[in-house]
């Protein structure tokens, strides 16, 4: 009884994950399901005065016909004649309408199918999106990437399972329907021989399911180990270590072969096993009706034909609901990752803003990662149009206090504002959207010079005319100048095509286009050669006074001419000042401009 309850449950659960995304949908997938039984049963009906009349020649007697007599009598009523054409040409007319109502049926299945998968599609990447950044940057890359690709295919097929599934169980309820309505004794029989085949399936089942959990948490590690393997790949090329985190990546595969494969077997059981289950019971069960039952051939022909439909529904429907337990493991990781980005969605305040037009304002803030503070009780001011650097030992959370500036983390104590408005209130993104940002590794799509540049703009003379000025501000014009295709040539994967400096260019001129109000550069000259970042930064001087740039940087040269360098030490503010100031006054800066031989 328990174990009933519990696949009533797991089943209407199933169903209820369904539901919040289809709605009514899904009772019109349920009720195109019992039309097709319906038209496919009444059609069968008409075998039953076909029989007759072959065997009376060409005549009916409905008294024969038990419970089906309904169907001579409704003929009659209309005034048609029971012959032999009239028989057939309703035969074929209830098949024809089963035909399209299967047709209705399966091609709304698939338009189902497909609106539900864009729903969980648009619906995860909407939560990923409102994901604190907080709670990302702690997230496991391989789940994310293997949800938001292979999972939702298997879920996509676990769909089509599981209504197959469910379509075929109401099949099963409207065939057993007209069986016991025609022959209750012989339906009963056969029923008793489908609940039987039903434990032969079970523990099949039960092994498919676990199965399939194991293959979603093996998915997960492959795709975890193809991302780092892609990321990684010229540190692993440059020290010969390929081919050992390829043997790790084969492994893997090998896991996701190995668990696809005992899946296929547990269902190629399921598949070889169904008929031969079928024809036993039949058989079976009208050698006792008709030699220990006494039961006439006729009706239980008809009946036959009933349960022969429902118990070939019931093994579809068994195959389909292990091909959907195949693909449950994926369902209940959906479930499970949505559950996990709905938790740390980050709820937006109510205030935008148009533009940064005053300062920011940090009084007793705080920050932490888990148990460790990384911030501890910062109070700054910062003017617009002010040049600021950041600088410190690694560690010192100058990196963590610039994406709390840059709107990534909320404090977790204290206050923060921006142009007299409470962070806790802000819509961030409205602020973001005037916040350029630059790292150490600057982000390059593959696709063209302009389209890097523009983020896909129409090239409307508009847009033409500030990618220009863009490009001239970012003194990259030259470069752009040289390559065959201009601002249409490809830069390739991650600017495979690019150096260093033609990076962080491409970088700088396209926040430049976007009209920002906030420059933000972290460690964006630390990995480039000294007269590239001599370059750089004369691009950044220039902007100097045009924006709010704070800079984060572990090469001391690069920020002599900043109007404020803010020193951070264990989390904390050490000391401000400009370059000279830090020199004259402050022991650590000074040893730290001392180790640089500066």
Same mark, same amino acid.
């Given at each position: 009884?328990?174990?009933?309850?519990?696949?009533?449950?797991?089943?209407?659960?199933?169903?209820?994950?369904?539901?919040?995304?289809?709605?009514?949908?899904?009772?019109? *997938?349920?009720?195109?399901?019992?039309?097709?039984?319906?038209?496919?049963?009444?059609?069968? %009906?008409?075998?039953?005065?076909?029989?007759?009349?072959?065997?009376?020649?060409?005549?009916?007697?409905?008294?024969?016909?038990?419970?089906?007599?309904?169907?001579?009598?409704?003929?009659?009523?209309?005034?048609?004649?029971?012959?032999?054409?009239?028989?057939?040409?309703?035969?074929?007319?209830?098949?024809?309408?089963?035909?399209?109502?299967?047709?209705?049926?399966?091609?709304?299945?698939?338009?189902?199918?497909?609106?539900?998968?864009?729903?969980?599609?648009?619906?995860m990447l909407d939560s990923l999106n409102?994901?604190?950044?907080?709670?990302?940057?702690?997230?496991?890359?391989?789940?994310?990437?293997?949800?938001?690709?292979?999972?939702?295919?298997?879920?996509?097929?676990?769909?089509?399972?599981?209504?197959?599934?469910?379509?075929?169980?109401?099949?099963?309820?409207?065939?057993?329907?007209?069986?016991?309505?025609?022959?209750?004794?012989?339906?009963?029989?056969?029923?008793?021989?489908?609940?039987?085949?039903?434990?032969?399936?079970?523990?099949?089942?039960?092994?498919?399911? =676990?199965?399939?959990?194991?293959?979603?948490?093996?998915?997960?590690?492959?795709?975890?180990?193809? !991302?780092?393997?892609? &990321?990684?790949?010229?540190?692993?090329?440059?020290?010969?270590?390929?081919?050992?985190?390829?043997?790790?990546?084969?492994?893997?595969?090998?896991?996701?072969?190995?668990?696809?494969?005992?899946?296929?077997?547990?269902?190629?059981?399921?598949?070889?096993?169904?008929?031969?289950?079928?024809?036993?019971?039949?058989?079976?069960?009208?050698?006792?009706? %008709?030699?220990?039952?006494?039961?006439?051939?006729?009706?239980?022909?008809?009946?036959?034909?009933?349960?022969?439909?429902?118990?070939?529904?019931?093994?579809?429907?068994?195959?389909?609901?292990?091909?959907?337990?195949?693909?449950?493991? &994926?369902?209940?990781?959906?479930?499970?990752?949505?559950?996990?980005?709905?938790?740390?969605?980050?709820?937006?305040?109510?205030?935008?803003?148009?533009?940064?037009?005053s300062k920011f304002e940090l009084k =007793?803030? &705080?920050?932490?990662?888990?148990?460790?503070?990384?911030?501890?009780?910062?109070?700054? *001011?910062?003017?617009?149009?002010?040049?600021?650097?950041?600088?410190?030992?690694?560690?010192?959370?100058?990196?963590?206090?610039?994406?709390?500036?840059?709107?990534?983390?909320?404090?977790?104590?204290?206050?923060?504002?921006?142009?007299?408005?409470?962070?806790?209130?802000?819509?961030?993104?409205?602020?973001?959207?005037?916040?350029?940002? !630059?790292?150490?590794?600057? *982000?390059?799509?593959?696709?063209?010079?302009?389209?890097?540049?523009?983020?896909?703009?129409?090239?409307?003379?508009?847009?033409?005319?500030?990618?220009?000025?863009?490009?001239?501000?970012?003194?990259?014009?030259?470069?752009?100048?040289?390559?065959?295709?201009?601002?249409?040539?490809?830069?390739?994967?991650?600017?495979?095509?690019?150096?260093?400096?033609?990076?962080?260019?491409?970088?700088?001129?396209?926040e430049l286009y976007k009209d920002i109000?906030?420059?933000?550069?972290? =460690?964006?000259?630390?990995?480039?050669?000294?007269?590239?970042?001599?370059?750089?930064?004369?691009?950044?001087?220039?902007?100097?006074?045009?924006?709010?740039?704070?800079?984060?940087?572990?090469?001391?040269?690069?920020?002599?001419?900043?109007?404020? !360098?803010?020193?951070?030490?264990?989390?904390?503010?050490?000391?401000?000042?400009?370059?000279?100031?830090? *020199?004259?006054?402050?022991?650590?800066?000074?040893?730290?401009?001392?180790?640089?031989?500066?």
């Open positions: 009884m328990n174990k009933i309850k519990k696949f009533l449950y797991n089943y209407l659960s199933n169903f209820a994950y369904f539901y919040q995304y289809l709605r009514y949908r899904v009772f019109i *997938v349920v009720a195109l399901s019992i039309l097709v039984g319906l038209l496919d049963g009444f059609g069968l %009906t008409m075998f039953l005065p076909l029989l007759q009349m072959v065997n009376a020649e060409s005549t009916v007697n409905p008294e024969k016909l038990g419970n089906l007599r309904f169907i001579v009598d409704g003929m009659q009523a209309t005034g048609i004649s029971l012959t032999l054409t009239s028989v057939l040409i309703f035969l074929c007319v209830f098949f024809l309408l089963k035909g399209f109502a299967r047709y209705c049926c399966d091609a709304y299945a698939v338009i189902a199918q497909q609106y539900f998968i864009r729903k969980v599609r648009l619906r409102s994901v604190s950044f907080k709670s990302f940057i702690t997230a496991d890359a391989g789940q994310i990437q293997n949800t938001m690709s292979g999972e939702v295919d298997r879920v996509s097929r676990a769909f089509l399972s599981y209504f197959k599934a469910f379509e075929q169980l109401i099949l099963v309820a409207v065939y057993m329907g007209f069986a016991f309505f025609v022959d209750v004794k012989f339906a009963v029989l056969v029923s008793i021989g489908g609940v039987l085949t039903n434990f032969i399936y079970k523990k099949i089942n039960d092994r498919t399911k =676990e199965a399939s959990r194991t293959l979603t948490s093996d998915a997960h590690h492959f795709q975890g180990l193809i !991302i780092q393997h892609v &990321s990684n790949y010229k540190y692993l090329k440059a020290t010969g270590l390929l081919n050992f985190f390829g043997e790790r990546l084969k492994k893997g595969l090998l896991n996701l072969e190995k668990g696809n494969r005992k899946i296929g077997v547990l269902g190629a059981v399921i598949s070889g096993a169904r008929e031969p289950l079928l024809i036993f019971v039949v058989a079976a069960v009208i050698l006792v009706q %008709t030699k220990f039952l006494g039961s006439s051939l006729g009706p239980i022909l008809i009946s036959l034909l009933f349960f022969y439909r429902a118990l070939s529904a019931l093994l579809v429907m068994q195959t389909a609901w292990n091909y959907f337990l195949a693909a449950s493991g &994926s369902i209940e990781n959906m479930i499970k990752f949505q559950q996990q980005l709905d938790t740390t969605r980050e709820t937006p305040g109510t205030a935008s803003i148009n533009g940064f037009v =007793e803030v &705080s920050l932490q990662y888990g148990d460790k503070t990384v911030l501890k009780n910062i109070n700054l *001011v910062i003017n617009k149009n002010e040049t600021v650097a950041f600088v410190g030992e690694s560690g010192s959370g100058k990196t963590s206090l610039v994406n709390l500036l840059a709107g990534l983390l909320p404090p977790d104590a204290g206050s923060m504002f921006i142009d007299s408005t409470n962070r806790l209130q802000l819509n961030v993104t409205s602020f973001q959207k005037k916040v350029g940002y !630059i790292t150490q590794d600057p *982000v390059i799509f593959s696709d063209t010079i302009f389209n890097n540049i523009t983020l896909w703009a129409e090239p409307t003379q508009q847009n033409i005319d500030r990618y220009h000025h863009a490009i001239s501000k970012a003194s990259i014009c030259d470069f752009i100048t040289t390559q065959p295709q201009k601002e249409n040539t490809l830069l390739g994967n991650n600017g495979i095509n690019l150096s260093g400096g033609q990076k962080q260019r491409i970088s700088i001129a396209r109000d906030i420059l933000i550069m972290d =460690e964006a000259t630390s990995a480039l050669d000294s007269e590239t970042e001599k370059s750089i930064q004369d691009n950044i001087d220039a902007l100097k006074g045009q924006y709010t740039i704070l800079i984060v940087a572990h090469r001391l040269s690069t920020i002599k001419n900043a109007d404020r !360098i803010v020193l951070m030490s264990n989390g904390q503010i050490e000391q401000t000042g400009t370059y000279q100031h830090l *020199v004259e006054n402050t022991s650590l800066f000074k040893r730290m401009v001392s180790l640089q031989e500066l």
